[in-house]
């Protein structure tokens, strides 16, 4: 594999055949894994426009040896899915469920971008086509990317939203893509689809799954160790008042 220059398009390289970004706007993070032709991209932005710029990018950061061919939602906030039509033609998977809550809540959705500051025009034209994920993850489920380069896809929801998933990439340093399962940047948060009850069982499983030494990439802000991602948990774990 060449060598990804992922600070040609201001991405922060994680390893060398993973990186991310943090969008402008709401801070969120986008992932890329690359193995040898094919390559994960992890949410897809808050719009189509963010989804053309992340097309961009990669085609860039990846040049002929590989392209996205996978796609893989954490949780159906606007912020983390409305990009996906950019990409159209690469499977898309998400946590069982999901499909079908983008399928008949693409009004919510586009309300909700819109309440968050998303101009109205954008998120019409990004809910209108809407892209659902074909591949339901119930489980794990391991994508080979090719030249040895697997990652495991984990639905361990329901907590921030109704439909969580994270992506475990093995290496010498596992990195952990957790949605906003866990934020840096700001507080953890509980829409009216989260279910807080579960929320610190997630991050147990999130730790068993990373283990203590792994890289944790939160969906909002900077990478994170397992100690914060426990503290997280005690924290979440007081607010919603479970153990
Ligand atoms: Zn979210």
């Known amino acids: 594999m060449e060598r990804i220059d992922?600070?040609?398009?201001?991405?922060?390289?994680?390893?060398?055949?993973?990186?991310?970004?943090?969008?402008?706007?709401?801070d969120c993070t986008t992932g890329l894994v690359v193995g040898d032709g094919a390559a994960l991209l992890i949410d897809t932005g808050s719009s189509l426009r963010e989804g053309s710029r992340l097309r961009a990018d990669t085609r860039k950061l990846?040049?002929?040896?590989?392209?996205?061919?996978?796609?893989?939602?954490?949780?159906?906030?606007?912020?983390?899915?409305?990009?996906?039509?950019?990409?159209?033609?690469?499977?898309?998977?998400?946590?069982?469920?999901?499909?079908?809550v983008l399928a008949?809540?693409?009004?919510?959705l586009c309300a909700d971008a819109v309440r968050n500051g998303l101009p109205a025009r954008e998120a019409a034209s990004a809910t209108e086509i809407l892209v659902a994920p074909r591949h339901q993850v119930s489980g794990e489920l391991t994508l080979d990317l090719g030249g040895g380069r697997q990652v495991l896809l984990a639905n361990i929801g329901p907590a921030h939203s109704g439909h969580d998933l994270v992506v475990l990439v093995p290496g010498p340093r596992e990195i952990v893509f957790c949605g906003?399962?866990?934020?840096?940047?700001?507080?953890?948060?509980?829409?009216?689809?989260?279910?807080?009850?579960?929320?610190?069982?997630?991050?147990?499983?999130?730790?068993?799954?990373?283990?203590?030494?792994?890289?944790?990439?939160?969906?909002?802000g900077s990478a994170?160790?397992?100690?914060?991602?426990?503290?997280?948990?005690?924290?979440?774990a007081a607010r919603f008042g479970v153990s």
């Open 6 to 26: 992922w600070n040609s398009t201001g991405w922060e390289e994680l390893a060398p055949y993973a990186g991310r970004v943090r969008l402008p706007g709401w």
């Open 62 to 100: 990846l040049g002929a040896h590989a392209r996205v061919t996978h796609v893989a939602l954490t949780h159906p906030h606007f912020d983390h899915v409305l990009g996906t039509a950019a990409f159209s033609g690469v499977g898309v998977y998400g946590a069982v469920g999901l499909d079908t």
């Open 104 to 108: 008949h809540g693409a009004d919510e």
């Open 180 to 220: 906003d399962l866990v934020e840096e940047s700001g507080e953890p948060q509980a829409g009216p689809d989260a279910a807080p009850h579960h929320w610190p069982a997630a991050l147990d499983r999130l730790l068993e799954l990373g283990g203590e030494d792994a890289l944790y990439v939160p969906g909002h």
């Open 224 to 236: 994170v160790n397992a100690a914060f991602v426990r503290e997280q948990r005690a924290t979440l």
